[in-house]
Nanobody, 119 residues
Framework: QVQLVESGGGLVQPGGSLTLSCAAS????????IEWYRQVSGKEREWVAT???????NYEDSLRGRFAISRDNAKNSVYLQMNSLKVEDTAVYYC?????????????WGQGTQVIVSS
């Protein structure tokens, strides 16, 4: 069982920056892909970014260049740096860990952290 705890959400003005953190309890953290998703109330959860154990990254096209995902395997943590924030970035942001082990997918969600972009 893996526990994911997000932090770093809050209120920020348009154009500002925020860094979210996701701390994982996994003992073999590097075997997990870690992803960030976000969800606006009443809408489907949408994928934001992915990072694998080696640090390779991928982003939703519209967020590439503004958001940056990174990980510190020594601290079992993943980060999402968000720059030039827009009102439409307001959402609950979730951390998600997934791996394929012996043909079985293991995945876990964090509880989410609220980001509000407003003046």
């Amino acid at each position: 069982q893996v526990q994911l705890v997000e932090s770093g959400g809050g209120l920020v003005q348009p154009g500002g920056s925020l860094t979210l953190s996701c701390a994982a309890s996994a003992s073999d953290f590097t075997t997990y892909y870690i992803e960030w998703y976000r969800q606006v109330s009443g809408k489907e959860r949408e994928w934001v970014a992915t990072i694998n154990g080696a640090g390779n990254t991928n982003y939703e096209d519209s967020l590439r260049g503004r958001f940056a995902i990174s990980r510190d395997n020594a601290k079992n943590s993943v980060y999402l740096q968000m720059n030039s924030l827009k009102v439409e970035d307001t959402a609950v942001y979730y951390c998600y860990a997934v791996r394929l082990r012996l043909g079985v997918q293991e995945d876990y969600w964090g509880q989410g952290t609220q980001v509000i972009v407003s003046s």
